[in-house]
């Protein structure tokens, strides 16, 4: 059910803060009208948001995770999907294209149709975009998908879905070494951004992929062969292909600091992207959940499946993006780049999304400069939080 609008205030200003502007921070004013960034402000009307020691920063775009609050869009259930916009947008994440996991057509088909008719309240993210994760994916990479429903690239029932969810996949991810793979490259290429994910491929197979159309890495490091002097896998391809842009979980627990900093230097941070892969439990206790099928336990920050291996995340983006800059040592403008801008480009939503400039939506985050917490979320031009 919607929010009345009532409830949250307009803003016509941000003011008194360090904003940032594509590769540094500045301090200026942001001026707001209706649901808007505006350069004028003449017919603003609203609260003006004292921004006084904070970084403003724009909202965050999460294009790959499952679920949060109890819900996974895997679930089919537009009222889940709901409880998920409404706790990205408290973390300061406003757009969201959730990911599928490996399912069967059926299920796949009404994830579909629950995101076609998702309509944001005003305090809850827009869902911007579906990442379709599995079913195509490497028999022998599976991690925490649902072996039983793996199965080879389809053009056919990818236009199916994507017709039933009136065009909202923006990624869908492939093993480049299973049949059919190179046909649903070709054929695609055009229409969603095809990423390479779950995959045995080594460095010759990935480069092909690459060259022939998929422009994207899921989750590096995760699910796919290591670097190797002698065999290097899927990783340097990326590199060395310019357009790949590449998704990394920076929650502290999937990758190495040292490993993260690494990928910013390799890809740079244009071409980075930070993911959080949460699971329906971000936000809630410690406990046995469902993903795809299969029990997921987690403890703190650590989700595991039955075998021990790892499933996903419970640390939403504004997490992964605190870790990543007060744990890692990323830069805090590379961090940025890699959470809102990046990600907007990757899917195609950068002229309402990423950015803190004129006729872009009005969403932005205010970060204490000394601890980076979230002090307000501005969403769509009214005040969240």
């Known amino acids: 059910m919607k929010t009345e609008d009532t409830k949250f205030e307009q803003v016509s200003s941000i003011v008194g803060g360090e904003v940032f502007e594509k590769d540094a921070f500045c301090s200026h004013d942001i001026l707001v009208e209706g649901e808007r960034i505006s350069s004028s402000g003449i017919s603003a009307k609203g609260i003006e948001l004292d921004a006084s020691g904070c970084y403003v920063i724009p909202g965050l775009v999460d294009i790959h995770f499952h679920g949060s609050a109890g819900a996974d869009i895997s679930d089919g259930d537009e009222e889940g999907l709901h409880r998920m916009g409404a706790y990205e947008a408290s973390r300061g994440i406003c757009a969201m294209c959730p990911a599928t996991m490996t399912l069967s057509h059926e299920q796949l088909m009404q994830a579909a149709r629950s995101?076609?008719?998702?309509?944001?309240?005003?305090?809850?993210?827009a869902l911007v975009g579906i990442n379709m994760e599995g079913p195509y994916i490497s028999p022998s990479k599976v991690g925490a998908q649902n072996p039983e429903h793996v199965r080879n690239p389809s053009v056919a029932e990818f236009k199916a879905l994507q017709d039933e969810a009136g065009g909202l996949f923006k990624l869908v991810d492939i093993a480049p070494e299973e049949d059919g793979a190179d046909i649903f490259i070709e054929s695609l290429k055009d229409d969603v951004r095809i990423s390479l994910a779950h995959s045995c491929a080594d460095f010759d197979t990935a480069k092909a992929a690459f060259n022939k159309g998929a422009k994207h890495l899921t989750h590096l490091y995760n699910a796919m062969n290591p670097m190797h002097h002698r065999s290097p896998g899927p990783i340097p391809a990326a590199v060395e292909s310019e357009e790949v842009t590449a998704e990394i979980i920076a929650d502290g627990i999937h990758i190495h600091p040292s490993m993260v900093r690494l990928a910013f230097r390799l890809f740079g941070d244009d071409r980075i992207i930070l993911i959080s892969d949460t699971l329906r439990a971000a936000g809630l206790e410690d406990g046995v959940y469902d993903l795809g099928g299969q029990?997921?336990?987690?403890?703190?920050?650590?989700?595991?499946?039955?075998?021990?291996?790892?499933?996903?995340?419970?640390?939403?983006?504004?997490?992964?993006?605190?870790?990543a800059v007060h744990d890692m040592d990323i830069p805090l403008v590379s961090a940025v780049k890699a959470a809102s801008a990046?990600?907007?480009?990757?899917?195609?939503?950068?002229?309402?999304y990423g950015a803190l400039e004129e006729g872009y939506l009005a969403n932005a985050v205010l970060l204490d400069k000394g601890t980076l917490e979230v002090r307000h979320v501005v969403l769509r031009g009214r005040l969240l939080l």
């Open 295 to 323: 029990d997921v336990t987690v403890n703190g920050y650590v989700a595991t499946i039955d075998n021990g291996a790892l499933a996903g995340s419970v640390s939403d983006l504004m997490r992964c993006f605190y870790v």
């Open 115 to 125: 995101a076609r008719s998702y309509d944001p309240a005003p305090d809850e993210a």
């Open 342 to 352: 990046n990600p907007a480009r990757a899917i195609g939503i950068d002229d309402d």
